[in-house]
């Protein structure tokens, strides 16, 4: 009585431990996280739009039709327009890998169907042995 | 069946239900449907508020899908397409800062994820269920709100991103908000999702 007990406690530990290691094998992986972070650290090595030293011999206060070609942080203050355009389409959004939801489902699953075939290892030899 | 059956039985029965529990670990709640179809384009039927002065946003309120998020700010990346906001398990709505802040004159840009990998639903997570007269909420930094409302939803392929109708300038306070939609290609969307609203309102 008290072996079968004990028995069918240590099948439940065991089924937790195989269902919890696909679970941390498939936790998410800190390299492939860092490579999506935007590199919001990277500075404009050179302020576009600071004013040069040498005067421009001709015209010089003429604004340039050119836009800058660095991310200076003060181009947004002309209001009623977007003073620098993006390329491209914006990437917001990044989506789970499947491979991740299957390998965990087959790992739960393949625990419950060997719990629950020890489970009736576990009755029919009990039934055996008081027959 | 026997009082001994019984308790095997039972622990199978735990057994197979803390598999369960254990086996849901990190799996995505992003399964369930993607962003429904396209909203014919309308204009906003909302009367224009007047223009708001510079003020950057700090949060955003979407009350028809459940957004209340602080919005950080975005740049330009190094191959010259937006920043998006980072990774997180906290996902954050941005404002582009190249664009008016909300409420000012012309298009104000926030982006935000759909999904952030394996942390699930972003921030946008259903944007695309946004419909015409939906109200969006700027709070701005010195205390005001700049209120939106959703003019047009659309869905369009990241290779016919309309960057003119996203960026291009308006005579009005307008807002824009971005995401990704549609079908996965890997970790990938193939769309991009946007809202087009104009200002109703600002308060205080």
């Not at chain 1, 993006?86 to 965990?104: I, L, R």
């Not at chain 2, 803390?18 to 449907?33: D, I, K, W």
Request: glycine share 10%.
């Amino acid at each position: 009585m008290r072996r079968t007990v004990l028995g069918a406690a240590a099948l439940a530990c065991t089924a937790v431990l195989a269902s919890a290691v696909p679970a941390f094998a498939d936790g998410p992986s800190p390299v492939s996280e860092a490579t999506v972070v935007p590199s919001e650290a990277a500075p404009a090595p050179v302020d576009a739009t600071e004013p040069s030293p040498v005067p421009a011999p001709v015209d010089a206060t003429e604004p340039s039709p050119v836009p800058a070609a660095t991310d200076s942080p003060d181009r947004s203050e002309a209001p009623g327009e977007v003073t620098v355009i993006p390329s491209g389409a914006p990437d917001t959004g990044v989506a789970a890998q499947e491979s991740t939801a299957h390998g965990t489902l087959i790992g739960g699953g393949a625990a419950a169907v060997l719990a629950a075939g020890g489970a009736v290892f576990l009755v029919r030899r009990r039934r055996a042995t008081t027959a | 069946m026997t009082p001994l059956s019984r308790r095997a039985f039972a622990a199978a029965t735990t057994a197979a239900l803390l598999t369960g529990c254990g086996g849901g670990h990190g799996t995505p709640r992003s399964t369930a449907g993607h962003p429904t179809g396209t909203t014919p384009s309308a204009r906003s039927s909302a009367k224009p508020a007047r223009a708001l002065g510079r003020s950057l946003p700090v949060g955003l309120e979407i009350p028809a899908i459940g957004v209340d998020t602080p919005v950080i700010r975005l740049g330009l990346a190094p191959d010259r397409t937006v920043e998006v906001p980072p990774i997180t398990a906290d996902d954050r709505a941005g404002w582009y800062r190249h664009s008016p802040t909300p409420g000012q004159r012309g298009p104000s840009v926030i982006l935000g994820h759909v999904t952030v990998g394996a942390h699930g639903d972003g921030v946008f997570r259903h944007l695309a269920r946004l419909r015409r007269g939906d109200t969006i909420t700027a709070r701005l930094e010195n205390g005001t709100a700049a209120v939106f409302a959703v003019g047009d939803v659309r869905t369009v392929a990241k290779a016919d991103f309309p960057t003119e109708a996203v960026y291009g300038a308006v005579d009005r306070p307008e807002l824009r908000l971005i995401t990704c939609g549609g079908p996965r290609s890997g970790d990938e969307y193939r769309d991009n999702v946007i809202v087009f609203a104009a200002l109703t309102s600002a308060s205080p």
